[in-house]
């Protein structure tokens, strides 16, 4: 069996290896595959094990004797998914591996935003401390997460540990979700209702077509003007003109943000705004996450090399 991995760049490093996968045969890995490269570099492959490499239903055309694409995360949206079925591939994805981390970074946005440790510890390198006449200073005030309301968009794995940990808190929640959940603890709301409650407004949903441009301006004009926007979901659900716009008039108070429309991060109205706090999509990376990842990677295949594949997005 022949794998190609085709953006091994995006997966490996930091103490990661893509070893895992010569069990399986062998195995080409290339760094980056741009899409002109794509289909001579899988011509002849059993499998594709990919990242954010778009795979267009041209490339089923081109390779007969492909069965099988790994993807290496859980948005499959870089997958012409229509065509691969169209062609009796196999698409599966790994989903959950990253739950723990992108719950750690939401957090740690928010907290950015409302405990001013960075702008405290730039103030103390700097020498306001040595130079203050009291035992403390306090030019950047700090607000309690406790009693603000957090509102959750999306109620999947993520979403659920992000409501878990502001519960935590002693933060009252708001749950807006296009699926009723069972045995939700905590209040559902309408989307926009969610807009109109929140202090905090967390992005947990996947791109798709009816969630393309979700946060425009007329919902932002809905919100409070201290609120915060969090979004380590994806960047398309944001149009950034809008958020931008909202940001440098005051409509809200801050946005925190781990995904752009464009990535890596192209000509953005957001860059430069000082209340707006951007991540470089960097909130699974974490160690522990991507040997997760690449671990229930190789598990999907060995599941299909042995006629039951799990994580199935399409199946012959």
């Known amino acids: 069996m022949k794998l190609v991995v085709t953006d091994g760049a995006t997966l490996s490093g930091g103490g990661v290896s893509l070893d895992i996968f010569s069990q399986f045969g062998e195995v080409q890995i290339y760094d980056l595959t741009a899409p002109e490269q794509l289909a001579e570099r ?15 239903a041209e490339l089923f055309d081109r390779c ?17 998914i229509a065509a691969a079925k169209a062609h009796g591939v196999t698409v599966c ?17 928010i907290l950015h935003h409302y405990s001013r440790v960075a702008q405290y510890d730039a103030a103390v390198r700097q020498g306001a401390w040595k130079q203050a006449k009291t035992f403390c200073i306090m030019p950047y005030p700090m ?7 957090l509102a959750v968009v999306g109620y999947g794995s993520i979403g659920k540990k992000v409501a878990a940990i502001g519960a935590a808190f002693g933060m009252r929640l708001c749950i807006a979700t296009r699926t009723q959940p069972q045995n939700c603890p905590y209040p ?12 905090i407004l967390t992005l947990h ?14 919902r932002l004009s809905t919100m409070k003007p201290t609120a915060l926007l969090v979004n380590t979901a994806r960047g398309g659900l944001i149009v950034e003109a809008d958020l931008a716009q909202a940001l440098q008039k005051g409509v809200i108070a801050g946005a925190a943000l ?15 705004l000082e209340n707006c706090t951007l991540t470089p999509h960097a909130a699974w990376t974490p160690l522990e996450t991507r040997q997760r990842l690449l671990e229930l990677a190789a598990e999907n295949l060995r599941c299909w090399l042995a006629g039951t594949p799990q994580n199935v997005i399409t199946a012959p």
């Open 42 to 56: 899988v011509s002849d492959a059993d499998g594709i094990l990919c990242n954010k490499t778009p795979i267009p």
């Open 64 to 80: 007969p004797k492909l069965r099988y694409v790994g993807e290496c995360a859980t948005g499959y949206n870089n997958i012409d």
């Open 93 to 109: 994805n790994v989903a959950g591996y990253s739950t723990d981390a992108v719950a750690q970074h939401t957090f740690a946005l």
């Open 143 to 149: 607000q309690e997460l406790a009693g603000k309301t």
């Open 188 to 199: 559902l709301v309408s989307l926009d209702e969610a807009f109109r409650q929140a202090d």
């Open 205 to 218: 949903t996947p791109l798709t077509e009816q969630t393309t441009g979700m946060v425009n301006a007329r």
């Open 258 to 272: 781990d995904v752009l429309t464009e990535e890596p991060m192209g000509d953005t109205p957001l860059f430069g």
